[in-house]
């Protein structure tokens, strides 16, 4: 028992669950001390030592039965259930499917007795399935359907069909019709479930035999690549992300208080003792930047201009101003609920109340409503960073407005995940917008996206 505890504890970390050695420890010794007679005690007692996270309680409830499961449905022997005229009929009915493959007449009466697969037939199908080759919890579903078709279970409800049809012909009432399909199909759900927790419990074997494998820093998985466990990780450590940039910021300032020597004025400022320095003069110039983030949140996007909104608003002792927009066919302003939550919270409000479509990313339409409506918040100190990949849908990309917000401002910059190998191609207009902008960042992954968010802090 002690070894299945183990291999448990292994494929739970193997799913992603962090649970350290002495947490390993903790679940041993309170199953040693609630023991295993009553189940729910000892899953209670696994439960509590190994789950620290409400996200990892599904994870938990997935792979539990897999490991301390019996494997055998609930089914019940049909024929019981009959009269012995019914089961004359039924009989008759059994034999007039000699057209039949001699398996799939074989598992129809398996079903009709309520019998389970055994261990060897659920071995066989998995070795002709391949099943052996599985060690992932993603293709669980893929090889329950090669072993279902390994056992003739996709043939199964057409049997089924052609069994009540006959039986109607010999003249079984509807009423006993239907409650024999009812049975029937209660033990065919029961031999689907036998076969899912036999593949999810193979698979789940092999995933605790694995070593784990060390997990890429999430700093650098890709936007477009990050699961939901990744995402929320990120969430999580978005405001320690942001302390580091703030620490970095707020050093800066330090030393710009001091500033650098400036020869110019230097010179100018001694031309009273003749040329002969006597009073030297600095320079400082970090100011805090004025921001205006353009975001778009179409589904491509979502995940940067969440984590870009959150960072920029985690910051904003060391922003002078911030007006932000999101748009996917027309722009919005979402300036007011930074201002009435906290950044996270506000994030999340954002992107439940502008939900991702298909197809419909317009941002020349967006950038048209906001030369029409907010032009006048592009200023000379204003630093203005549209987060997008450039993708218009072939939709006229408005190069003019760019071109005058480019005028207009102390800096156009452009927040893009996509590499320039991919610009120009499909509906992509960055070649075209790049030559408008004084720089474009490369924001694939959240390291990039904070170097660049650093970048402007930097150079206020």
């Not at 409830?61 to 049909?78: S, V």
């Not at 998995?126 to 052996?132: P, T």
Request: some cysteine; overall charge negative; hydrophobic content about 40%.
């Amino acid at each position: 028992m002690d070894k299945r505890m183990v291999n448990f504890i292994r494929a739970l970390r193997a799913a992603g669950v962090r649970i350290s050695l002495a947490e390993s420890l903790d679940a041993l010794n309170g199953v040693q001390q609630v023991g295993i007679g009553e189940r729910d005690f000892f899953r209670a007692a696994m439960k509590t030592t190994l789950v620290k996270e409400a996200r990892d309680q599904g994870k938990f409830e997935q792979y539990f039965p897999l490991f301390f499961g019996a494997n055998r449905p609930p089914m019940e022997d049909i024929l019981d259930n009959l009269t012995p005229e019914q089961q004359q009929q039924l009989q008759q009915a059994l034999e007039a499917l000699q057209g039949s493959p001699q398996a799939l007449r074989d598992l129809l009466r398996q079903l009709l007795e309520g019998r389970p697969f055994d261990q060897d037939q659920l071995d066989q199908a998995g070795q002709q399935a391949g099943l052996s080759s599985a060690d992932d919890m993603n293709q669980r579903r893929w090889f329950e359907r090669r072993v279902e078709r390994q056992m003739n279970m996709q043939q199964l409800q057409q049997a089924i069909e052609e069994l009540l049809e006959m039986l109607a012909q010999m003249g079984m009432s509807r009423e006993d019709l239907q409650q024999l399909r009812e049975m029937l199909e209660q033990n065919a759900q029961g031999l689907s479930d036998q076969v899912s927790n036999f593949v999810g419990a193979n698979i789940a074997e092999r995933m605790a035999e694995k070593e784990p494998e060390p997990k890429p820093d999430l700093m650098d998985v890709p936007f477009s690549r990050l699961s939901d466990d990744d995402v929320e990780a990120i969430r999580d450590e978005i405001r320690r992300l942001a302390a580091k940039l703030r620490s970095r910021a707020a050093l800066r300032q330090r030393r710009d208080r001091t500033g650098t020597l400036d020869p110019r004025k230097t010179m100018r400022a001694n031309m009273r003792y003749g040329g002969v320095p006597m009073e030297l003069k600095f320079q400082t110039h970090h100011v805090k930047p004025c921001l205006v983030l353009i975001c778009d949140v179409s589904t491509s996007m979502r995940h940067c201009a969440e984590f870009l909104l959150t960072l920029i608003y985690e910051l904003q002792d060391q922003v002078a101003k911030t007006d932000s927009f999101i748009f996917i066919s027309d722009l919005t302003d979402i300036s007011m609920t930074f201002s009435e939550l906290e950044p996270m919270a506000a994030v999340e409000k954002v992107l439940n109340d502008n939900r991702p479509g298909y197809y419909n990313t317009d941002l020349g339409n967006s950038l048209n409503t906001f030369q029409r409506d907010h032009i006048g918040k592009v200023t000379s100190r204003t630093t203005v960073v549209i987060l997008g990949d450039g993708r218009n849908n072939y939709n006229n990309p408005r190069l003019d407005v760019i071109s005058d917000m480019m005028r207009k401002s102390r800096r156009l910059l452009w927040f893009n995940p996509e590499p320039p190998s991919q610009w120009g191609t499909g509906d992509s207009d960055m070649l075209q917008y790049a030559p408008l902008s004084h720089g474009v960042y490369k924001v694939s992954n959240l390291r990039e996206l904070a170097a660049a968010v650093d970048k402007i802090l930097a150079d206020g």
